[in-house]
């Protein structure tokens, strides 16, 4: 009942909130003997639980919650747990207040043909405005403006556009690396693809 990717009920009694007190589990959804058949879902998993230690303890985050039980209900559907963790990423971003600015371009103003994430800034920028400076920008993959399905190559670029800030406000300031269960996610993501593809 206690194993990763669980999800549990619990219940925790004292007799006054500085006490010690006792949890009391009962499990509402058994995935950890699925997950275990699946290497890509535990390296999922282990990431998942990676990025949940940059929130403050005691710190609530529905939303994030409530992500992460979504991407723990498609781990063993590798492609779309991987968008899924690329959209739990940019909500991590989001909710620690890093959030990436991807309603309009931050040169023009325009809310179309917007094809880049400046490094920078962390706002969308159009194919028109970003041009000159398109090797030093971050691609935006589509699926993260108007969702749906997304290939290996958004998904991919998707991971880069997080992991570029993850690791600029989150990973680097704190001097704490990014799980290594990301990159062998990656690896094992790519891997599979190109088997398939």
């Given at each position: 009942?206690?194993?990763?990717g669980n ?16 949890f009391?589990?009962?499990?509402v ?21 990676a ?22 209900d498609?781990?063993?559907e ?6 899924l963790?690329v959209?739990f990423?940019m909500?991590l971003l ?7 600015d ?26 028109e ?7 030093r ?7 993260l403006?108007q ?11 998707g991971?880069d556009?997080?992991?570029?800030f993850?690791v ?8 704490v ?6 990159d062998?996610?990656?690896r ?8 398939s593809?």
């Amino acid at each position: 009942m206690l194993q990763p990717g669980n999800t549990l009920q619990l219940t925790w009694r004292a007799r006054l909130e500085s006490h010690l007190g006792m949890f009391t589990a009962e499990l509402v959804t058994a995935r950890a003997a699925r997950l275990i058949d699946s290497r890509s879902g535990v390296l999922a998993l282990q990431t998942l639980a990676a990025h949940l230690r940059y929130l403050a303890e005691r710190d609530p985050h529905p939303a994030l919650y409530e992500t992460g039980r979504v991407i723990l209900d498609h781990l063993d559907e590798e492609t779309s747990a991987a968008r899924l963790m690329v959209r739990f990423e940019m909500a991590l971003l989001d909710e620690l207040g890093f959030g990436l600015d991807l309603s309009k371009c931050a040169s023009t103003g325009r809310r179309d043909d917007l094809v880049y994430v400046s490094p920078k800034s962390g706002r969308a920028v159009s194919r028109e405005a970003g041009a000159p400076w398109a090797d030093r920008m971050l691609p935006l993959p589509a699926f993260l403006l108007q969702g749906g399905e997304a290939g290996t190559d958004d998904v991919l670029a998707g991971f880069d556009l997080t992991g570029h800030f993850l690791v600029r406000h989150l990973a680097e300031p704190r001097a704490v690396p990014l799980s290594p269960a990301r990159d062998q996610f990656l690896r094992q993501f790519r891997a599979a693809n190109a088997r398939s593809g």
